[in-house]
T-cell receptor
Framework: EAQVTQNPRYLITVTGKKLTVTCSQN?????MSWYRQDPGLGLRQIYY???????DKGDVPEGYKVSRKEKRNFPLILESPSPNQTSLYFC?????????????FGQGTRLTVV | QQQVKQSPQSLIVQKGGISIINCAYE??????FPWYQQFPGKGPALLIA?????SEKKEGRFTISFNKSAKQFSLHIMDSQPGDSATYFC?????????????FGKGTKLSVIP
């Protein structure tokens, strides 16, 4: 089954404690991205990756890091989480928007930073 | 700077009625306009998409109307059903080389009441 898998689904952490949210896709997609979803603000892109070792900032990259060492994986790293990073996070993958193709989203990770 | 403006923020429609969600964009380079549907606890999923070379696209009960001169597009859900209750996001992207960003509207929460 074609899917994007995020882990964990739920996470409560304390301010300043480094965390990683994993994302894996099994569709051999080139393009992967991370979004955060906040009430009233919709989906905002954090980072995206066009292929292995190629990443770039989205609209709200501050406080986040990413890496793309393998095509299937695109982890999101919060080195020093703060309460304003409490949000619902989604990873997405697609073959590439250059052909207007569908983006497949994971189930989401609800992060709470206290 | 919000590049895709979506309205209304929430919508209540009776079963069998027509749901209409509107979006407006600013960037004339956008040439791919998808709509995503999100159920509670799930990631967004592609519902229907349109390119600006057509003014309308219909898939079942869902229709996108596109007005290039006004830079507006809308989603119409005919014969709305309780199962259509979800959050709907419009989005826009360019499809040229190197275009890897989907810009989302803020979302519309649709509730279809029996």
């Amino acid at each position: 089954e074609a899917q994007v898998t995020q882990n964990p689904r739920y996470l409560i952490t304390v301010t300043g404690k480094k965390l990683t949210v994993t994302c894996s896709q099994n569709m051999n997609h080139e393009y992967m991205s991370w979004y955060r979803q906040d009430p009233g603000l919709g989906l905002r892109q954090i980072y995206y990756s066009m292929n292995v070792e190629v990443t770039d900032k989205g609209d709200v990259p501050e406080g986040y890091k990413v890496s793309r060492k393998e095509k299937r994986n695109f982890p999101l790293i919060l080195e020093s989480p703060s309460p304003n990073q409490t949000s619902l996070y989604f990873c997405a993958s697609s073959q590439g928007l250059s052909r207007g193709t569908e983006a497949f989203f994971g189930q989401g990770t609800r992060l709470t930073v206290v | 700077q919000q590049q895709v403006k979506q309205s209304p923020q929430s919508l209540i429609v009776q079963k069998g009625g027509i749901s209409i969600i509107n979006c407006a964009y600013e960037n004339t380079a956008f040439d791919y306009f998808p709509w995503y549907q999100q159920f509670p606890g799930k990631g967004p999923a592609l519902l229907i998409a349109i390119r600006p070379d057509v003014s309308e696209k219909k898939e079942g009960r869902f229709t996108i109307s596109f007005n290039k001169s006004a830079k507006q597009f809308s989603l119409h859900i005919m014969d709305s059903q309780p199962g259509d209750s979800a959050t709907y996001f419009c989005a826009a992207s360019t499809t040229g080389a190197g275009s890897y960003q989907l810009t989302f509207g803020k979302g519309t929460k649709l509730s279809v009441i029996p």
